[in-house]
Nanobody, 115 residues
Framework: QVQVVESGGGLVQPGGSLRLSCAAS????????LGWYRQAPGKQRELVAL???????NYADSVEGRFSISRDNAKNTGYLQMNSLKFEDTADYCC?????????WGQGTQVTVSS
């Protein structure tokens, strides 16, 4: 059973930064595609950033240049560095791992951008 656990969310002022972490319980992490998704109240879940097992990255237009996705395969952990946060970044952020035809989700971590 693979467990995925996010951490690092919280309350931050506009313009501030947060770093989210996504820890996986098994060594499948290295071979996985890691994605960060978010869902704001009343909105559909959206893909924020993606990184392949080889390190390639993709970002939603809304976060390009502000967010950075990375991974440490030795620690089975992925990260989402979020800078220059805006009110509209407020959402529940979830980590997703896709590997060997399976998808694993974490429980999510709340990010609230408020003054």
């Amino acid at each position: 059973q693979v467990q995925v656990v996010e951490s690092g969310g919280g309350l931050v002022q506009p313009g501030g930064s947060l770093r989210l972490s996504c820890a996986a319980s098994a060594n499948i992490f290295r071979a996985s595609v890691l994605g960060w998704y978010r869902q704001a109240p009343g909105k559909q879940r959206e893909l924020v950033a993606l990184t392949g097992s080889g390190g390639s990255t993709n970002y939603a237009d809304s976060v390009e240049g502000r967010f950075s996705i990375s991974r440490d395969n030795a620690k089975n952990t992925g990260y989402l560095q979020m800078n220059s946060l805006k009110f509209e970044d407020t959402a529940d952020y979830c980590c997703n791992l896709r590997v060997f035809g399976q998808a694993y989700w974490g429980q999510g971590t709340q990010v609230t951008v408020s003054s």
